[in-house]
């Protein structure tokens, strides 16, 4: 695949950032603005950033970084410093804020006698050289059965505004960050192939660890759980146009961080039974072929190089994102849905284990059935 100078600038950034590449050479054709654009869109721009500073601190030393990087006149050279540091510290100061929020959410279920589970966000941050420069998005949490519960609490007892969503999540500002309580793991009403997975997790839910944050305590998932959990969220996302560099990056260190207790003959035996299967060698791929992972900590079951770049194409170019407040139930919303599922027919085939018709219809009659 060609890529493009500026994709492989970021690309190296990301390797540099990770310690995953010995190569710190400046690309001199890349665009830097691209670069930088192009980071802030894979929503990877901080670890990008972390990458630079690596670089320049390396050019103080060794003498052939400073000639590649040496292609810079001296206002971009100053721009590129004060977007790494502000880039930083941003990230650190939200990083904070969500800390403060996640631990002050989690007390009041605990109060309430609940169990929490906290998915995604918070625990793979800590797979991050430094944790506070992943991208923080929403807190997905999970609270056993007694989801609805907790969502009937947060409307009584504390002073939220809640926002239209699945039917299978209460979705709910606090603290200034989406939250999203997740009634089941995987939303049900899309797709009916989450339900056996729906099964699966609930039952591997059971065996997550105890985590303390600011002196309060939560559940974090199992790597069993995660490895599934992720990889079918990545791949719902992906087929509707919104994965990332973060969520591969997220999904590469994960299992870099847990080589020891990755049941890999488990998993690819899962994403066999979903139809997942070359979605995940593709995934695999990306992370060992581009970001330098190593093939013995992401095996690669069958190669299919075409089908890797035509992924990793798709989420460096693709500019389409769904939004998450569901539209009315119109004719509009059924055409945007139409069009969107027939662009996307190839990564159906690659992702879900049901027709892209059964999807549709499927979806459709859960919106009836909840009005919109």
Same mark, same amino acid.
């Given at each position: 695949?060609?890529?493009?100078?500026?994709?492989?600038?970021?690309?190296?950034?990301?390797?540099?950032?990770?310690?995953?590449?010995?190569?710190?050479?400046?690309?001199?054709?890349?665009?830097?603005?691209?670069?930088?654009?192009?980071?802030?869109?894979?929503?990877?721009?901080?670890?990008?950033?972390?990458?630079?500073?690596?670089?320049?601190?390396?050019?103080?030393?060794?003498?052939?970084?400073?000639?590649?990087?040496?292609?810079?006149?001296?206002?971009?050279?100053?721009?590129?410093?004060?977007?790494?540091?502000?880039?930083?510290?941003?990230?650190?100061?939200?990083?904070?804020?969500?800390?403060?929020?996640?631990?002050?959410?989690?007390?009041?279920?605990?109060?309430?006698?609940?169990?929490?589970?906290?998915?995604?966000?918070?625990?793979?941050?800590?797979?991050?050289?430094?944790?506070?420069?992943?991208?923080?998005?929403?807190?997905?949490?999970?609270?056993?059965?007694?989801?609805?519960?907790?969502?009937?609490?947060?409307?009584?007892?504390?002073?939220?505004?809640?926002?239209?969503?699945?039917?299978?999540?209460?979705?709910?500002?606090?603290?200034?960050?989406?939250?999203?309580?997740?009634?089941?793991?995987?939303?049900?009403?899309?797709?009916?192939?989450?339900?056996?997975?729906?099964?699966?997790?609930?039952?591997?839910?059971?065996?997550?660890?105890?985590?303390?944050?600011?002196?309060?305590?939560?559940?974090?998932?199992?790597?069993?759980?995660?490895?599934?959990?992720?990889?079918?969220?990545?791949?719902?996302?992906?087929?509707?146009?919104?994965?990332?560099?973060?969520?591969?990056?997220?999904?590469?260190?994960?299992?870099?961080?847990?080589?020891?207790?990755?049941?890999?003959?488990?998993?690819?035996?899962?994403?066999? =039974?979903?139809?997942?299967?070359?979605?995940?060698?593709?995934?695999?791929?990306?992370?060992?072929?581009?970001?330098?992972?190593?093939?013995?900590?992401?095996?690669?079951? =069958?190669?299919?190089?075409?089908?890797?770049?035509?992924?990793?194409?798709?989420?460096?170019?693709?500019?389409?994102?769904?939004?998450?407040?569901?539209?009315?139930?119109?004719?509009?919303?059924?055409?945007?849905?139409?069009?969107?599922?027939?662009?996307?027919?190839?990564?159906?085939?690659?992702?879900?284990?049901?027709?892209?018709?059964?999807?549709?219809?499927?979806?459709?009659?859960?919106?009836? =059935?909840?009005?919109?």
């Amino acid at each position: 695949m060609e890529l493009t100078h500026s994709q492989q600038m970021l690309l190296r950034l990301l390797r540099v950032a990770l310690g995953q590449t010995d190569d710190f050479c400046w690309i001199a054709d890349a665009d830097m603005k691209e670069v930088i654009a192009l980071a802030r869109r894979q929503e990877v721009s901080v670890l990008a950033c972390d990458g630079l500073k690596i670089l320049y601190e390396k050019s103080e030393t060794e003498k052939e970084i400073a000639q590649s990087l040496s292609s810079l006149n001296s206002e971009e050279d100053e721009r590129l410093r004060f977007i790494w540091l502000g880039e930083s510290l941003r990230c650190e100061r939200e990083y904070v804020k969500y800390i403060r929020a996640l631990s002050d959410l989690v007390n009041f279920f605990n109060s309430q006698g609940l169990r929490t589970m906290v998915l995604k966000g918070y625990g793979l941050s800590r797979y991050y050289p430094i944790p506070s420069h992943r991208l923080i998005g929403d807190i997905d949490i999970y609270l056993y059965d007694g989801g609805q519960r907790g969502s009937q609490l947060v409307k009584e007892c504390l002073d939220v505004k809640f926002v239209p969503s699945d039917p299978n999540q209460d979705v709910f500002v606090f603290g200034n960050y989406i939250v999203e309580n997740h009634l089941s793991v995987l939303s049900l009403s899309k797709h009916p192939s989450n339900d056996d997975l729906e099964f699966l997790l609930e039952s591997l839910a059971t065996d997550a660890t105890i985590h303390q944050l600011e002196g309060v305590s939560f559940y974090l998932p199992s790597v069993k759980f995660n490895s599934v959990h992720l990889l079918r969220h990545m791949a719902s996302d992906f087929a509707t146009v919104t994965t990332s560099l973060r969520h591969v990056l997220d999904w590469g260190l994960f299992v870099q961080s847990n080589r020891e207790e990755m049941d890999w003959p488990f998993l690819w035996a899962i994403a066999h =039974k979903s139809n997942m299967h070359r979605f995940l060698n593709a995934l695999n791929s990306i992370c060992v072929d581009y970001l330098g992972f190593s093939i013995d900590v992401l095996p690669i079951e =069958k190669r299919d190089d075409l089908l890797r770049d035509r992924v990793l194409t798709e989420i460096l170019s693709s500019s389409y994102r769904e939004s998450k407040r569901p539209l009315s139930m119109s004719i509009g919303y059924i055409i945007t849905k139409i069009n969107m599922l027939w662009r996307n027919r190839w990564k159906y085939q690659i992702v879900y284990d049901e027709s892209l018709l059964q999807s549709f219809w499927y979806a459709m009659r859960n919106r009836i =059935k909840v009005g919109f």
